[in-house]
């Protein structure tokens, strides 16, 4: 069955980095656009990255900070950010898109179950 399986979150200071993998099984991982979306408390969940096959779209806030990139061999999508904010705070979803623009939830097919990033001194 389809599978998107999140890692890399946990507890960082405010400047520092992380780097968000998600693993895919169950689809054909080369034919999907990949996103990164995220959903604070309180707060409806947002578009933050995605990539088709080799550039990458930002969320303004997270351009310049964040980087997305894929491994179509080992059926990977990876999300590097850097320069992290206590803004940035909030559980982090990997998801799947078939067609469509990589902006819209409704685009995408498959959904992780999400990782917690936590910004905080």
């Known amino acids: 069955q389809v599978q998107l399986v999140e890692s890399g979150g946990g507890l960082v200071q405010p400047g520092g980095s992380l780097r968000l993998s998600c693993a895919a099984s169950?689809?054909?991982?080369?034919?999907?656009?990949m996103g990164w979306f995220r959903q604070a408390p309180g707060k409806e969940r947002e578009f933050v990255a995605g990539i088709a096959w080799s550039n990458g779209q930002y969320l303004d806030s997270v351009k310049g900070r964040f980087t997305i990139s894929r491994d179509n061999a080992k059926k990977t999508v990876y999300l590097q950010m850097n320069s992290l904010k206590s803004e940035d705070t909030a559980i982090y979803y990997c998801?799947?898109?078939?067609?469509?623009?990589?902006?819209?939830?409704?685009?995408?097919?498959?959904w992780g179950q999400g990782t917690q990033v936590t910004v905080s001194s």
């Open positions: 169950g689809f054909t991982f080369s034919g999907y656009a």
């Open positions: 998801a799947a898109s078939l067609r469509g623009s990589l902006t819209q939830r409704k685009n995408y097919n498959y």
